[in-house]
């Protein structure tokens, strides 16, 4: 045993004393998760040509004639509860999950290191970024997104330029009874109007717009950092476990009977099956990572060009050419939506990181 605490691979049980075959569950793992990235790729395609609504549309046809009606609407119920109305499930489900990633942590992966005489600032990185992310996830829940009131009104009106494509002059909000500013709309699920609306997030049960952005943009890289952090951690005490154990030098019997040295397949899975919760977590906080990376680059890219994910969304040259609140004579040259509220990286970032100077100036 290391320092009394850590399981030690132990020569007897080498895999040289048995026949062990080689491990396809890696390549499976692999496999499913390119699956996963290429089908996130393909949903982010498929939604800006809208050939994701008619995949959906058929696939409802075909489980219509599968599943019950009953229960059908039971499903359609409890979906127009989780994403069309405010409310705190996934809130709830979001401190769960990273209840259960911490615990693990702290109980599989810590001790360990500590064994291994690993930095304490380097192992509690996780928990520090975990105290800052809850900060600004829940100022991201809290805060007011931008909501248009009667007050604020003509104030907001003057503070984004009207491109006459996506946002005309002089449009109501139907159901708010407002006059619409410039890069605003109208949320179905918290039933409001918010100023520069990126989307509505359910996982922080809130729309993310002019006044909460920089807490959610924060929010975002802090999670994903906690979770590469977390994988770094883990990959370096797996790394280091096999170096003090000289597991790599060993030798094992393949399916031919042949002696084999141990390669990078078969050492992960000698590892799985010792360690197969830290693996696992391991797997997980990767899988994350890639995600939660991705979606951040995204999200950095929109604020770097001074976008929202509702205006990228709703850019597609396509769309504009059959908006049908667009009419256009059949002569007219068809319009073409342009970012004109991009003013450079700086000026983009400080509009959404310090928004009340932005709103100072344009008051002026």
């Known amino acids: 045993m290391f320092g009394g605490g850590i399981p030690e691979l132990p020569a007897e049980n080498y895999p040289n004393k048995r ?3 080689r491990m396809d569950f890696l390549f ?32 409802t046809q ?3 004639y599968i599943i019950p009606e009953c229960l059908q609407r039971a499903m359609l119920k409890l979906l127009h509860y989780l994403f069309h109305t405010r409310n705190h499930t996934f809130i709830i489900l979001h401190l769960i999950l990273q209840g259960m990633i911490y615990t693990e942590y702290t109980w599989e992966i810590l001790g360990y290191c500590q064994e291994l005489e690993f930095s304490l600032y380097y192992l509690l990185l996780p928990y520090l970024l975990l105290i800052v992310n809850l900060i600004f996830f ?47 709309k109208h949320c ?21 717009g002019a006044w909460n952005t920089r807490y959610f943009l924060l929010y975002l890289l802090t ?5 590469a952090t977390m994988a770094v951690v883990s990959t370096v005490f797996l790394v280091q476990l096999v170096v003090v154990s000289d597991f790599y030098l060993e030798t094992y019997v393949d399916d031919l009977g042949h002696f084999q040295v141990v390669d990078t397949v078969f050492l992960i899975q000698y590892l799985f099956l010792t360690f197969p919760r830290i693996v696992f977590l391991l797997g997980f906080v990767m899988v994350l990572t890639f995600l939660l990376g991705g979606y951040l680059c995204f999200a950095l890219y929109l604020a770097a060009t001074n976008q929202t994910t509702n205006e990228w969304y709703k850019g597609d040259r396509a769309w504009y050419q059959h908006c049908p609140y667009m009419a256009q004579p ?10 004109i509220h991009s003013h450079g990286l700086w000026s983009n970032l400080r509009e959404i990181f310090l928004p009340a100077a932005h709103y100072e100036r344009k008051k002026k």
Not at 195 to 203: A, E, S
Not at 330 to 339: D, K, L, R, T
């Open 138 to 184: 829940t100022l991201s829940c809290v805060t007011n997104p931008g909501t248009i009131t009667k007050a604020n009104e003509l104030l907001l009106l003057q503070v984004y330029e009207f491109d006459e494509v996506m946002f005309p002059k002089n449009m109501k909000c139907s159901t708010c009874d407002l006059r619409k500013p410039a890069r605003s």
């Open 28 to 59: 499976l793992f692999l496999f499913y998760l390119a699956s996963v990235l290429i089908g996130v790729v393909l949903i982010c395609i498929c939604s800006k040509t809208h050939c994701l609504k008619g995949l959906v549309g058929r696939g």
């Open 223 to 227: 999670l994903t950092t906690s979770a």
């Open 19 to 21: 026949n062990i075959p």
């Open 330 to 339: 059949p002569s007219a040259e068809p319009q073409v939506y342009q970012n």
């Open 62 to 64: 075909v489980f219509s």
């Open 188 to 208: 179905s699920v918290c039933n409001r109007c918010v100023h520069r609306f990126d989307h509505h997030c359910v996982w922080v049960n809130n729309c993310i």
